[in-house]
């Protein structure tokens, strides 16, 4: 089998609902595509559902492609997501904006959150609002000068013992767990545009919110729109 072969795929899992899909990476044409549906009383992830989803049709999807699924990107809709919020502000500037300032509060709010995210994986790290001078800004305000400058941001957070519940079921079948994104997040940001979650999916992960920090594991370097903000998290 070639394992080389120029696809993405994402896995879509809910409590009532698990789907694989199979993308070309290079115009995300979707050429296979998997969907279970099932009874659950509560409103928890289903592991035992994703075992043996994967179980009966990770092999079956490989022949079918002629090609192994290395990596897979989680698109996950859950309760079990946390929402972290905090305003961070600098004052006195008189002076332009710099990427560096947002750099500094960017590394800010990660240490005030400390405490806050200890046992849990950060899955998204978001930037509201920009305030400069008391005026309310949607996009960062490079170049601009002012005395005061603030974000609001916000933090989706995972307890880390559940993204290693789904590692663990993963590595059985030789899979590595690319990236996690959060239902419910990029449903609100593209509210009703006419896509499907997985393109949805696909297009937050390439940095089409251009005010999601793209956390960077120090032993992958990945550009991306917010280049600057390296080895702040590990």
């Known amino acids: 089998m070639d394992n080389n072969y120029d696809f993405i795929t994402y896995l879509f899992i809910s409590p009532k609902k698990i789907i694989i899909s199979i993308n070309k990476k290079k115009n995300f044409e979707q050429i296979y595509k998997k969907e279970k549906l099932f009874e ?13 989803f994967l179980n009966e ?6 022949k ?7 990596k897979v990107n989680l698109i996950i809709q859950s309760k079990d997501f946390l929402p972290v919020q905090i305003s961070l502000k ?3 500037h008189d002076t332009l904006i710099s990427q560096q300032n947002l750099n500094y509060l960017l590394n800010e709010a990660k ?3 400390k405490d806050t995210t200890r046992g849990k994986k950060i899955i998204h ?12 800004h949607t996009d960062f305000p490079d170049q601009t000068k002012c005395h005061s400058f603030s974000l609001d941001i916000r933090f989706i957070c995972l307890q880390i013992i559940l993204v290693e519940k789904f590692e663990q079921i993963l590595k059985k079948y030789q899979i590595s767990l690319s990236q996690i994104v959060d ?7 593209f509210n009703n545009e006419d896509l499907d979650i997985f393109n949805k ?5 390439n940095g089409f919110n251009r005010n999601e920090v793209q956390i960077i594991d120090k032993k992958i370097r990945k550009n991306g729109l917010f280049e600057r903000f390296f080895d702040l998290f590990s």
């Not at 659950?40 to 043996?52: A, C, F, G, R, V």
């Not at 239902?183 to 940001?189: A, G, K, L, T």
């Open 40 to 52: 659950n009383e509560s409103n928890n992830l289903p592991y035992d559902k994703i075992d043996e």
């Open 57 to 62: 049709n990770i092999l079956l999807i490989e």
């Open 64 to 70: 079918d492609l002629k090609s192994f699924i290395k």
């Open 90 to 92: 600098q004052n006195d």
């Open 111 to 113: 240490n005030q959150c």
């Open 125 to 136: 790290m978001l930037i509201d609002g920009y305030l400069i001078d008391d005026r309310h």
């Open 183 to 189: 239902s419910n997040y990029i449903e609100s940001f």
């Open 201 to 205: 999916a696909n297009k937050i992960i």
